[in-house]
Nanobody
Framework: VQLQACGGGLVQAGGSLRLSCAAA????????VAWFRQASGKEREFVAV?????????AYAESVKGRFTLFRGDTKNTVYLQMNELKFEDTAVYYC??????????????WGQGTLVTVSS
């Protein structure tokens, strides 16, 4: 499945952004959609994950818990990552991915192209 990640940009510390991840088809054809991020010179790290059907299950990295919210859209092929109280250290390229519910990149077969989030201090 092809994924399209959008919504990145430049924001001041304390501000908000909403990222979206849309599947090309009617559904993600996967158990879960996750966001990962990769800052310059660092490893890709887990941000948040949501299952794609049924009772909503989510999980967040400790670094974003309480500030970021991942939720499904009204259609079955879009999820949103609401990012509030952004910090300079949130600056990274954010990638959405579809696959099996986990916090590990290896369980996700499909990846979007990434969207850059820059937080100015």
């Amino acid at each position: 499945v092809q994924l399209q990640a959008c919504g990145g940009g430049l924001v001041q510390a304390g501000g908000s952004l909403r990222l979206s991840c849309a599947a090309a088809g009617r559904t993600f054809s996967a158990d879960a959609v996750a966001w990962f991020r990769q800052a310059s010179g660092k490893e890709r790290e887990f941000v948040a994950v949501i299952n794609t059907s049924g009772y909503t299950a989510t999980a967040y990295a400790e670094s974003v818990k309480g500030r970021f919210t991942l939720f499904r859209g009204d259609t079955k092929n879009t999820v949103y990552l609401q990012m509030n109280e952004l910090k300079f250290e949130d600056t990274a390229v954010y990638y959405c991915a579809a696959g099996r519910y986990s916090a590990h990149t290896r369980t996700y077969e499909h990846w979007g192209q990434g969207t850059l989030v820059t937080v100015s201090s």
